[in-house]
């Protein structure tokens, strides 16, 4: 396909979007990651497409995925896929997007409005059949801010046994933590506090985003989602907010509380994780990859997850670029309407033995 092409991946909490130019005629794509709760202000969606896509540059071959439908502020994933459409419809009229689906092909805005549950959730199916193209065999491993994906890749071809939400929940090719918005009280039911175990409170005082932040995984610019309290996002703050997971304060709490109490929950991440990838392993048996790539904002929960799993891991942002990586489902549908195998130079190392 000729011309520009803008691929989007339109979450519940962010809209990312990249732009090959001349038909992917490029080493590497330019990527927008905007923030965007789409339960705040579903109806700020049309306006945010046509303004993201003004600042990176208009196209009219343009790439869709989406995983907005499962927001609270639809009634139905139905409804959601249906919203999304409408707001490309009012953003771009005149243009015709390709919206990608869970059987890894394209089809219209109508044939996607007819099967909607056919596009829903689609974007890992999109990353790993792009990543598929350079590696063979891997376990593709995309940790975001809010979920995971775990994703098999054996011959070739995406051996996922899931394509819904549930399937994959079931499967454990989706584990609900991520790198920023995930609740503490939902990773653990107790943390250490000065040498025995204290249960924690039942309520959104603190999100991972707190818990990387003080570990300096991440800084104050790449915490991106809303804060539990509405407050600031320095280090002091994200500490204030962990203390309250044990019903504390920082009058009450010292630094070294803190860093027990976060280190514990990031382990507990890991091991989330690490189960899901040996369920995965377990079901492929002989035929399980032997290596991971590893895409998304949160690869410091990856790569010791994959270790935890025995297999080695590859990071696509050294191949592809940290952008590329961090919004890979959008690159990818760019990548793979414009009918690119992979941007030029990249490589998937063979994969390493048990």
Known sequence: ???????????????????LEDGGDVSAPKVLECPFPIWRN??????????????????RNMAVTMTAELADCFATKREGVLFVLDAFRAAFPGVEPWIYGIDGRFRSDAAARQRPHQVAAANWRASATFVARTCRDALLIDVGS???????????RVAARGRTDPARLRTGELVYTGALRTPVCAIVRAVPLRGRLCRVAAEHFAVA?????????IDEDSYTCETPDGRGRSRPEAAARLARMVC???????????????????RAQV??????????????????PRVAVLAGQGTFLAKPAAAAAGLPAVDMADSDGAAMARAAPAAAVAYLLAGMAEPEGAECPASAGP
Not at 146 to 156: E, L, N, S
Not at 248 to 263: G, S
Request: charged share 20%; aromatic share 2%.
């Open 146 to 156: 809010t979920t995971t994906d775990v994703i098999p890749i054996v011959a070739g």
């Open 271 to 288: 091991r989330q994780i690490a189960s899901a990838l040996r369920q995965v392993m377990r079901r492929l048996g002989p035929s399980a």
């Open 1 to 19: 396909m000729k011309g520009p092409i803008l691929g989007w991946d339109v979450g519940g909490a962010n809209v990312k979007v990249a732009r």
């Open 248 to 266: 504390a304060d920082m009058d009450t709490l010292r630094p070294h509380d803190i860093t027990a109490i976060a280190e514990h929950v990031a």
């Open 42 to 59: 579903r109806d700020a969606l049309p306006g945010l497409l046509a303004g993201t896509a003004e600042r990176l540059g208009r196209a």
């Open 209 to 217: 985003a707190d818990v990387h932040l003080w570990l300096g995984r």
